[in-house]
């Protein structure tokens, strides 16, 4: 069976975008187009390629533009749509983990940009974690003025710091989550890092998963890169 199928779906586009301005553009971040699809479609196309038939898509109120993108898509997949522009990266993550809490589910950020097979690749691998483990994207590639990084355990790939010191891997912001994410004490957190860093302190299980294709869509000069790579996965068929 199709690994994706055992989980539900999430994709966090509630970034403004703010760092893409500088290059000139004016919509939201998640309809940024690269190599012709807007990174909202990319995202989307990855969950349905893989089995995912419904999706839970979180964005802010001011992103009319993605709004009515996906009012005018055709499914697969189903799209369950949340409007809310919300504070921080952790109040993005927590109120969409929320919304699928339950089962197991995988959420990616819209600005991660991987291959269909490498997500397929993500799917299986976070299948076989225990069931009330947390899986992390992790890459190589560190291309990011602030990069998470993330040490594993090379016996059993479970992380052991994130945070602090560089190290060989770093995140790319894509997560596999158990039906029941922990509570820290009812703890609001100013950054999504911040919480996954206090849940590897914690001793909680949470484990690494190395992608080797993933890039980050933040900057202007992120999308020549990524333009490229997409270009590379098609010809080799790694989009497919």
Request: aromatic letters at 6%.
């Amino acid at each position: 069976m199709n690994a994706g199928m055992t989980f539900r779906g999430g994709i966090i586009a509630a970034g403004h975008g703010e760092r893409l301005r500088s290059g000139g553009w004016m919509g939201s971040k998640a309809m940024l187009p690269v190599a012709g699809l807007p990174l909202i479609d990319h995202a989307l196309d990855r969950f349905a390629t893989n089995g995912l038939e419904q999706v839970s898509v979180l964005i802010n109120e001011s992103s009319v533009d993605c709004r009515n993108h996906i009012a005018a898509r055709r499914p697969p997949p189903s799209i369950h749509l949340i409007i809310r522009t919300t504070p921080s990266s952790f109040a993005s993550f927590a109120l969409l983990a929320g919304w699928l809490a339950g089962a197991r589910a995988v959420i990616t950020t819209v600005d991660a940009l991987m291959p269909a097979a490498e997500f397929a690749r993500f799917l299986v691998a976070a299948a076989q974690l225990p069931p009330d483990a947390i899986g992390l994207g992790l890459t190589r590639h560190v291309d990011d003025e602030a990069p998470l990084w993330a040490e594993m355990d090379p016996a059993d790939g479970r992380i052991r710091r994130l945070g602090g010191a560089p190290a060989a891997h770093v995140t790319a912001g894509l997560y596999a989550l158990p039906a029941q994410m922990p509570a820290l004490a009812g703890e609001e957190f100013p950054r999504l890092r911040d919480y996954l860093a206090r849940l590897v302190d914690e001793g909680h299980k949470v484990y690494g998963i190395d992608l080797h294709q993933v890039l980050d869509v933040d900057r202007p000069h992120d999308l020549v890169q990524a333009e490229r790579a997409v270009s590379s996965w098609s010809v080799l068929g790694g989009d497919l």
